[in-house]
Structures are given as C-alpha cells and as structure tokens.
C-alpha cells in the first residue's frame, strides 16, 4: 500500500500553528624579526658587520572538540570519552512526559504491535541523571545500534528478540544485570515506572567503542540547508502516536506536538530537533511482534531542517555501516549541527507536508 501527501491547510488551521504559537522555544602570528650585530673584536680600519634574522611561531591553539551525534563544539572533550548509550524509551500515554528525553543527541521512533511507537534513544553529548521509562527491546533494535556499539538499556522481550540485541555488538543490560543502573519509581504504576541512571548505566560499557563514529554528516559554519520550503509536516501513525512538527525559526528547531497537544518531557520543555529525518522502511524481520522494519538495504528519505525539505534516499549495505542519505543527485545530504530525530515510517503511513502541495508518493525499496 502507497503512502500518499496531501495538502493540510485544514490541519495547519486546527493544530499546526497552535503548536507554533506554543513555542517557548560558538592564526597565531610570528613575533617581529630580532637582528643582532657583531662587533669587531679587534681595532681595523674595516669593520664587518653580520646581521642574523630569527624567526619563531606560536603554535596554533588546539581545535575544540566536536561532539559526533550533534555536530557541536564540545569544549570539554568528554563525548569522545565515552561510549554509545541507548535507552529504549516507552511512548505510551502513561508514560508521558518521559524523562531525560529531551536530552538524546538521536532519537528513533519506531512503530511496534498495535500501532504503539517507541523510542531508541542515543545519548553521548549531554549525559541526563536520569532516563526512562524504560521498556523491551524489539527485532530491529540490534541493527539500528551496531554501528555505534556502546550500552544498550532495556527491560527486557520476546525471547527472539532478546536474543538478537544479545549477539549485537553492545553491552545489552536488563534490568536483572542492571543492579542499581535501573531503579522502580514506585509513585508510578508497572510497567510504565522502571528507570536508569544513565552514567551508571555507561559504566556497563568497558571495551566499547570511543570515540563513536557520527551518525550524520553536518554543514560547516557559514552554510545553510537548502530544499523545499516547508511549514510543518505530520506523520500519520495511529492515534495519540502520531506527530506533527512545526518549524519555529526562532529557535531553529521542529516543535514536536501530539495533535495540538505540545509533546514535552518531564522538564516541561517541548521536543523539538533541529533535524528531523522520515526514513520510508519496508517490512520485515521474522519475528511475532512489531518493531520489525528493515534498516540495512535502501528506500526514500525526506530530511527536515532549517525549515526546508529534502527529498532523497537512504542505504546501508551492512548493519556495521552508518546509514547514508543523499538527494536526487546522489550527492550526501548534510544536516545543520544539532539533534535529530528519525521516524521509521513503515509501508501505508501518510506523512503530510504543509506547503507544498505535493501528489507524489513514494515507494520504498530494498536494495
């Protein structure tokens, strides 16, 4: 089944510009030549003079360290000290707002059983006290870590699936291996009130990979995204899932809204990445549960920033491998530094755009 576009005017009317109107929302030069003379040493009606001229630098001061998820200076240098922490964060209503979300560098929203989405959380530049809820792993979560390797936090699965992010290049911890990593908040009812200590959590993570490869490949300073302008664009998963992002220019970010609803964290702050990126994913991984989408093979890629859409692909021949997006001319797409977040959109899922109008509608492949 295709998914199609639409033009949303009556949306916008109704939500998308109530979630925009709720925005709250970084040579050394070379001292001057020194010349010295040699007097004679002894009396002569011929004096010969010798002038030395020497020259010293200042070497150039350090560059300052990026942080590899977001593009963005890190002055202290401990992103790249560090290894990859994902969290598999619950979406459910109750467990809204969820805790540290707003902190993830990445984060990959994915459709499991009954139209439910979770999150794949990436943490590395900002390291938040606490995270969570926390809840199972699903099939394609241990192809989406594997090029990062790092801690992967769960509560648990199907024993399939268990097993797939067990034989994944991470250190997968549950809550039974956790010790005091994962705690219950017990003011919360189960199953929605397990969460981590995110930097006890890393402490699980001897002999993983630092510094962690980028996911994504950013503009420099001075450059700008260029596409299609856009307003807002909405992904249609089934109710209360589905997501609406506004642009809002003054902070650079997509507000991130359930309906008209702001989507915050326990903050009280609004999601809302500077990138958004919706990866057309094709069906499926043998197992008996949601969470089962491709993510090694190709298909269609609309990348969001700076309030502009570009409109490309993605392919990943092997899970070791990031994922790559270009545009229509095969040329990489690069992202504007900051957090991004990807929406795995299956087969049959409308993604809207506000403007433009757009009939086209694409088709996922698998390379």
Not at 45 to 63: L, Q, R
Not at 108 to 127: A, D, H
Not at 144 to 161: D, K, T
Request: glycine fraction near 10%; charged fraction near 15%; proline fraction near 10%.
């Amino acid at each position: 089944m295709g998914r199609t576009e639409r033009w949303a005017a009556v949306l916008v009317a109704a939500g998308l510009l109530v979630a925009a109107c709720s925005s709250g929302g970084s040579g050394a030069r070379s001292p001057a030549p020194t010349t010295t003379s040699s007097p004679p040493t002894e009396p002569s009606t011929t004096t010969t003079s010798t002038s030395t001229t020497t020259t010293s630098s200042v070497p150039a001061a350090p560059a300052v360290p990026v942080a590899p998820e977001v593009g963005l200076p890190d002055p202290t240098g401990q992103s790249l000290t560090r290894p990859a922490l994902w969290v598999k964060i619950e979406n459910t209503v109750e467990a809204r707002p969820q805790t540290g979300l707003g902190q993830a560098d990445v984060v990959y929203e994915q459709v499991t059983e009954g139209g439910i989405t979770r999150f794949i959380s990436l943490f590395n530049s900002q390291i938040p006290d606490v995270v969570g809820p926390i809840r199972s792993t699903r099939a394609m979560d241990s192809d989406v870590v594997a090029p990062l390797n790092g801690v992967f936090a769960y509560s648990g699965g199907i024993p399939q699936s268990v097993k797939l992010i067990n034989q994944a290049p991470v250190a997968a911890v549950d809550e039974t291996a956790a010790g005091d990593a994962m705690f219950r908040d017990r003011t919360k009812h189960a199953p929605h009130n397990l969460y981590g200590r995110p930097n006890e959590l890393l402490a699980h993570g001897e002999g993983q990979r630092m510094p962690i490869p980028p996911l994504f490949t950013y503009l420099a300073p001075g450059q700008s995204f260029a596409g299609e302008p856009v307003e807002a664009f909405s992904v249609g998963f089934d109710a209360p899932y589905g997501p609406t992002y506004t642009y809002d220019a003054a902070s650079g970010g997509w507000l991130r809204s359930i309906g008209s609803k702001p989507f915050v964290d326990e903050s009280g702050q609004q999601i809302a990445p500077t990138n958004v990126i919706v990866q057309f994913v094709p069906c499926c991984i043998d197992v008996p549960e949601g969470g089962i989408y491709l993510t090694v093979g190709s298909g269609e890629a609309w990348i969001f920033s700076n309030g502009k859409l570009v409109r490309g692909t993605w392919s990943r021949d092997d899970r070791s491998q990031v994922t790559k997006f270009t545009d229509a001319n095969n040329q990489p797409v690069s992202l504007t530094p900051g957090r991004t977040w990807v929406e795995f959109v299956p087969d049959g899922v409308d993604v809207s755009v506000v403007p433009p109008d757009v009939s086209v509608s694409p088709s996922t492949s698998t390379g």
